[in-house]
């Protein structure tokens, strides 16, 4: 199993590269079982490193000739690398050509080249490029790309690579070629073929200077009439970049492929993006209105790489948050402003802070907590993180809020005037964006700002109110601190941005303006005031902090009902579910079941589900409790059983206490006109869609069956997937009687639908556990026909479904959660390390866990890190969680 190096990497040893490659001819003659590829270079010595051997990586391939300048040459293999010790002295640049063979057909690892529905794919970030030929893969070596692509007609019709197709046709034995320049040059790890029988959806643009592009979506025959969000999705990003900031497609031509079998959401190759399906199929009667929204925001990341990413690419791995924070942050903005009204663009920002709070946080808490640019990893696909990606575009995001929108702008320009065509670092971004804003707090407090980058953790921020009624003052004392994390003791004070307001208790506001924070304590002082305030801190989440303030239930509710900041608004209400939850969870003398909300509590939800001036998407966020992970980290010691009976017992109390407001949102929103994904049509929905949720669960309690009926007559009715699948996932998660019928039949509707029947499979793995029914369950959906563990996304849709996204059903007290878990941590090993790592971080929060889950979750742990070869990927969570 034990491939490659197994060392750590550490950022302090980076070094530029011995030589240079500048141009490479790569030729495939694809076969699965055999595909043959001639790799001819244009190498030189770097004339600023001291002369040493040419050290070329290579993975699973089988060598078959090295020849330097047309001659044979002598070398070493020596842990997957090819060591070429005798090459002409000088800086002249020479010829080297390499030919392998590989097998597509048995790569089940998806990375490199491999096969999927009778298709060629590959994947090469960040280290798959070595697993097609020799070469010196990593990202700051940048070469100019023209690739001959060879197989059979009948079979492979369509063969696909980086740039510009310059020639194709017949050649004997019914084979045909088609040749392709890329005319940038790019790192290996953005290089793509795709080969097979694929048809596309086109669309031909004209750019601001009137130039023409051709915009291509690729899929299988028979998805075609899944492809226009997907296209209007990349037109809307082409339109949307040239607007923001200015930057142009600089591409002829642009496609985008759609695969089933892929490790990831998609991939930003050089004009040829690699998608998984789930993030570019879509119809109304198989996407749900999440899945169109989730196209949209991957189709806009990929797309936005192109400049953040391609032409400005990364020097070293540990820099990969240079180009995935802020392309997080560029497709945020774009999901933000496609969304249009205040209000939506409120909703977008909720949801991100959701997944930041939800995976970062705790990540950020556990055992894999590194910092946005970390300083060692043992397997860089670990490092492909929601601290990478999500806490990275927090810190693009302070980074826009300390110069402003404007200056931001300016600041992304001077980043392109510097380093356009060439491989940085995140201090080369920092530096662009404060050079262009030199005034502004960013630039002043520069070196501090850094700290984002460099220490680990979430800061916290605490913040205590004081009215003196003598002089009319208010002063806010600040105090900012943040927990050692893995090999970080001591941390040093952020720069952190702070936008507040101040409420009178009427909900008036008082005072508005922004803070920034950088020593560890500080006192604002507000003068001119009559009575104690209500304070409205960070704003719009405007740091990636966790904000400690012991506000009282009166000041939420002023916060709740009357806040100008949605954001707030929001975080009220979930602070006030939150202090509900915790105190219901620590209070273990009451059973979940006698478990009574307070007038207030409820009161405060019915004016909100009944406002009619708030969107129908900003009340469901309103209305939808702390998730069960969230409630876990405000808790030292985590019994997820019983979080999980406290919140179900609380959504019940909510069903019963709003029974007739739930009928009435539920009514009031279930008009049946056109589908479209619009942001108010899509928040209705989701409104309607958690009434009727409630409105099963209140039956489940009274005995009722109206409305589990209605909901059965919703799914069969239905006219999208949003509404069909919420009826569903109403009668699963309320456990009725009728929830069986109806699985069947949706299983029956979409027995051909791949990304459907992932849903399906889901839905039953994460389900509510009654009495620990849920595990065999999940055994038994393992042995279903259509399951396989081959398949990325079938395998995250019943595994990780369970294991991450069920606490309730998965902490069981037996440990036959965790037995299942390490089983298939193991057995994934085997067939894709990459996916086995992120199930093995189901387990990242173990030292939380209350007895005797945490001795049984260390025992499974440990039973994984005892089994010899495993895979670097899945080493490095097991040995780091046991650490
Ligand atoms: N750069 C891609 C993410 C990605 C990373 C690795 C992959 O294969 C192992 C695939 C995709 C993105 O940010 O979209
Ligand atoms: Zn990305």
């Known amino acids: 199993m034990r491939e490659g190096q197994s060392k750590v990497i550490l950022r302090a040893d980076y070094q530029p590269p011995a030589y240079w490659i500048d141009t490479v001819e790569l030729a495939f003659d694809l076969d699965p079982g055999k595909t043959r590829v001639l790799n001819r270079m244009k190498v030189r010595r770097n004339p600023d490193v001291t002369a040493q051997p040419l050290r070329l990586d290579g993975e699973e391939l089988n060598l078959a000739r090295v020849l330097v300048n047309g001659q044979g040459t002598s070398f070493k293999l020596e842990d997957s690398q090819l060591v070429l010790e005798n090459l002409p002295e000088g800086h002249e640049p020479f010829d ?18 491999y096969v999927s529905n009778d298709s060629f794919f590959t994947q090469c970030e960040a280290e798959g490029f070595r697993r097609i030929t020799y070469f010196l893969d990593r990202p700051d070596v940048m070469a100019s790309y023209t690739v001959t692509l060879r197989a059979d007609k009948a079979r492979y019709p369509v063969l696909l690579s980086n740039g510009n197709l310059v020639e194709q046709g017949a050649l004997e034995d019914g084979r045909h070629f088609a040749k392709w320049v890329d ?76 695969t089933s079998d892929f490790n990831m959401g998609a991939m930003e190759n050089k004009g040829l993006n690699i998608f998984n399906t789930k993030y570019v199929l879509a119809n109304q009667a198989t996407a749900t209105d999440t899945d169109y929204s989730n196209i949209e925001s991957v189709v806009g990341h990929e797309y936005f790489h192109n400049w953040t990413g391609n032409r400005v690419t990364c020097r070293d791995w540990f820099q990969l948050s240079l180009k995935e924070g802020l392309t997080v942050f560029r497709d945020q903005e774009f999901s933000q402003d496609l969304a249009g009204a205040d209000s939506a663009r409120a909703v977008k920002r909720i949801e991100d802070v959701r997944v930041l709070r939800t995976a970062q946080f705790p990540e950020d808490a556990g055992p894999m907590a590194h910092p946005v640019r970390p300083d060692q990893y043992l397997e860089i696909n670990n490092f492909y993180t929601v601290t990478v990606y999500e806490k ?53 407090k520069l070196d501090q700002f850094k700290r984002w980058y460099s220490q680990a953790g979430t800061p916290r921020l605490k913040a205590a109110g004081h009215f003196d009624p003598v002089s009319g003052i208010y002063s806010l004392a600040l105090s900012q601190s943040c927990a050692p994390t893995p090999g970080q003791a001591e941390k040093l004070p952020f720069v952190i941005p702070i936008a507040l307001g101040l409420l009178d208790a009427n909900g008036n506001e008082l005072t508005t303006g922004m803070h920034v924070l950088t020593d560890a304590t500080e006192t604002l002082t507000f003068p001119g005031l009559t009575a104690a305030p209500v304070p409205s801190l960070l704003r719009g989440f405007s740091a990636p902090v966790v ?75 309103v209305l939808t409790l702390p998730a069960e992970t969230y409630i876990a980290e405000q808790l030292d010691v985590v019994d997820p059983q019983r979080i999980h009976a406290v919140r179900e017992a609380m959504r019940e109390q909510l069903a019963q206490a709003l029974f007739s407001d739930w009928a009435w949102a539920f009514e009031a929103h279930s008009e049946n006109g056109a589908y479209s994904p619009d942001a108010v049509s899509s928040g209705r929905r989701a409104l309607a869609g958690l009434a009727l949720t409630h409105l099963c669960l209140a039956a489940r309690s009274s005995g009722d069956s109206v409305w589990p009926g209605k909901a059965l007559q919703r799914f069969k009715d239905a006219s999208n997937m949003t509404d069909r699948f919420n009826a569903l996932a109403a009668l699963v998660t309320s456990g009725h009687a009728l929830a069986a019928q109806a699985l069947q039949r949706f299983h029956a509707m979409f027995k051909d639908e791949a990304l459907v029947l992932d849903k399906w499979f889901a839905l039953q793995a994460g389900a509510p556990d009654r009495g620990g029914n849920i595990l065999p369950v999940v055994k038994q959906l393992m042995n279903h026909a259509d399951f396989t563990l081959r398949n990325p996304n079938r395998a995250r849709s019943v595994i990780f479904s369970y294991c991450s996204g069920n606490p309730g059903a998965f902490h069981r007290a037996d440990a036959a959660g965790y037995v299942y878990w390490s089983d298939r941590v193991i ?6 390390p990459q996916v086995a790592a992120r199930l093995a971080r189901a387990l990242d929060r173990w030292k939380k866990l209350a007895e005797p889950l945490r001795g049984a979750a260390r025992e499974a742990i440990a039973r994984v890190a005892a089994k010899p070869d495993l895979s670097n990927d899945v080493r490095e969570v097991v040995s780091r969680a046991l650490a």
């Open 96 to 113: 080297l050509e390499i030919f392998t063979t590989c097998a597509p057909a048995k790569n089940t690892k998806l990375m490199g080249l």
């Open 392 to 444: 990275g575009a927090e810190v693009v995001r302070m980074m826009q809020t300390l110069v402003g929108r404007e200056g931001f702008a300016k600041g992304m320009s001077l980043y392109f005037e510097r380093h356009d065509g060439h491989a940085v670092t995140c201090d080369d971004f920092v530096q662009a964006i404060a050079d262009a804003n030199p005034e502004s707090p960013l630039a002043q």
């Open 547 to 621: 904000l400690d303030y012991l506000y009282t239930d009166t000041e939420l509710l002023t916060l709740l009902a009357h806040d100008a900041d949605p954001f707030n608004r929001w975080e009220a209400g979930q602070r006030l579910a939150t202090q509900r939850a915790l105190g219901h969870i620590r209070n273990e003398s009451v059973a979940p079941a006698d478990i009574r909300l307070d007038h207030a509590f409820i009161e405060a939800m019915r004016v909100i589900l009944r406002s009619d001036k708030l969107d129908a998407a900003f009340k469901e966020l």
């Open 827 to 832: 057995e994934l090993d085997t067939v894709n």
């Open 183 to 258: 005319p940038f040059r790019k790192p290996s790890y953005l290089f793509a073929l795709v080969a097979g029988q694929l048809v596309c959806r086109e669309q031909r643009i004209a750019a601001r200077n009137g130039k023409e592009h051709l915009l291509q979506v690729y899929v299988r025959p028979g998805d075609l009439d899944k492809t226009e969000h997907a296209m209007n999705s990349l037109m809307a990003s082409v339109a949307w970049d040239e607007a923001r900031f200015k930057l142009p497609l600089d591409l002829e031509r642009f496609m985008i492929v759609a």
